[in-house]
């Protein structure tokens, strides 16, 4: 079993600053793309940002230049660090891992249960 926990979501005013953490657990033998989505009330769940074992990444186009994602290979973890957050950006926000659980490298995607950020004054 591969469970993802995240950390660091909660209320922040506009122009504010947040760093999400996601750190993977459990019968993990490789980690492919790991990466962030959001969903805002009402909305459907959208890609925020993703990133591959070696680096490369893809940002949506409403957070590029805001957002930065990055990888700890080692330690199994994502994190996203968001600046300049806008109201807009208020939503929960999951982390997912595609995981070989052995060498078989059959993917399992894995999700995380969820962070609340908030962005208001």
């Known amino acids: 079993q591969v469970q993802l926990v995240e950390s660091g979501g909660g209320l922040v005013q506009p122009g504010g600053s947040l760093r999400l953490s996601c750190a993977a657990s459990?019968?993990?033998?490789?980690?492919?793309?790991m990466g962030w989505y959001r969903q805002a009330p009402g909305k459907q769940r959208e890609l925020v940002a993703s990133?591959?074992?070696?680096?490369?990444?893809i940002y949506a186009e409403s957070v590029k230049g805001r957002f930065t994602i990055s990888r700890d290979n080692a330690k199994n973890t994502v994190d996203l660090q968001m600046n300049s957050l806008k109201p807009e950006d208020t939503a929960v926000y999951f982390c997912?891992?595609?995981?070989?659980?052995?060498?078989?490298?059959?993917?399992?995607?894995?999700w995380g249960q969820g962070t609340l950020v908030t962005v208001s004054s």
């Open positions: 997912k891992a595609d995981v070989a659980r052995d060498a078989t490298y059959r993917i399992l995607a894995v």
């Open positions: 459990g019968s993990i033998f490789s980690i492919f793309t």
């Open positions: 990133i591959m074992p070696a680096g490369s990444t």
